[in-house]
């Protein structure tokens, strides 16, 4: 007894006090059908009695299978990365599993190499690859990957692996909104070069407002911060021929906004101002700000299931970019005269 208490209990520890043999216990922790429900019961009562935990390296050996999800994420504290990956994480939980996340450079190739061969030497069963920048997903589409894997927020119609809101359907909606308020004159602080969702949201921009015979203003290109914005609305409103803004995220409309204030320009009664993401702050911003919404956290949840269903022997669920919505409060009204 004295060297049970030593030593966390085993398989054999387990079998023995359930009276079956061990290949019952591992039947059972591997969810066989053959196992009798009565026999199913009594071990799974002698697991918990005992406080038994497999050894995962070990039923990895037995079963092929880690029940681990890689993620291979860029480095950021952006609110839609971070929420995207603990999508991922409740949904792999939920299923059974765990996750394994690395962080990564975009700026450098051997980095994105060196952290996707990191992950695959763990014995990881499937891959989530948060791919917001154009780097990291032209890396990733030069690597050999020998899992099942997703790709985050990266629209590429012929991978088949991506799962992404519809990023143009998002900006246009938000410049549709100003436009409808009686807005010609739409500024957009764009997101930084090479970050696909901040090309697609400028892109969608661009075409709104030629369907509506509106020309587009030069772009100002921004790094999401609101320090950013807060800068870049200190020179745009010194000489304000602009009516609306659209910022490609809420950070930079946050300091936006600021900067109207120690300007004394009003919004939205001089200038409208609307967002792109929905972060949970934006709703007491001064005002509280009209944004587009993503569900970052269904993003995570559609990745894990279309992977889950590989892994089972089909195909990767077929994806249609998930469709955001205009969150319309009070930092848009109409054009002024």
């Given at each position: ?85 603990q999508g991922v994480e ?57 899992v099942p894997f997703a790709?985050l927020q990266a629209t ?182």
């Amino acid at each position: 007894m004295d060297s049970e208490r030593v030593r966390a209990p085993n398989i054999r520890d387990v079998a023995r006090h359930a009276g079956v043999s061990y290949q019952t216990v591992s039947r059972v922790l591997n969810d066989s059908p053959s196992i009798r429900p009565a026999t199913r019961a009594q071990v799974l009562r002698v697991i918990d009695e005992l406080g038994y935990r497999p050894n995962a390296a070990a039923r990895a050996l037995v079963t092929s299978r880690s029940k681990t999800i890689g993620v291979l994420s860029i480095e950021s504290a952006l609110y839609g990365p971070t929420t995207s990956i603990q999508g991922v994480e409740v949904a792999a939980r939920e299923a059974g599993y765990r996750i394994s996340v690395t962080n990564i450079s975009a700026d450098e190739y051997d980095s994105v190499r060196s952290g996707l061969e990191f992950l695959l030497s763990q014995s990881i069963d499937a891959l989530v690859i948060l791919a917001a920048q154009v780097n990291v997903f032209d890396a990733v589409r030069r690597l050999p990957i020998s899992v099942p894997f997703a790709m985050l927020q990266a629209t590429d119609p012929d991978a088949g692996h991506s799962v992404s809101v519809d990023q143009a359907g998002g900006a246009r909606l938000a410049v549709r909104h100003l436009i409808d308020l009686g807005h010609t004159e739409i500024l957009h602080i764009a997101g930084p070069a090479g970050w696909i969702e901040a090309e697609e949201r400028a892109d969608a921009y661009r075409t709104e407002l030629a369907s509506a015979g509106l020309r587009a203003r030069a772009q100002v290109i921004g790094d999401f911060t609101a320090d950013f914005g807060y800068l870049a609305g200190r020179e745009l409103l010194r000489d304000r021929d602009f009516t609306a803004v659209f910022c490609c995220n809420d950070q930079m409309a946050l300091g936006f906004l600021h900067a109207c204030r120690d300007a004394g320009v009003r919004v939205p009664e001089d200038v409208s101002v609307v967002g792109f993401d929905d972060i949970p702050e934006s709703l007491h911003f001064a005002p509280p700000l009209t944004t587009v919404k993503q569900d970052f956290m269904e993003i995570g949840r559609r990745a894990v299931a279309s992977l889950l269903a590989e892994l089972a022997g089909g195909t990767p669920l077929p994806h249609e970019p998930i469709p955001p919505r205009l969150i319309i409060r009070e930092s848009t009204g109409p054009a002024p005269h």
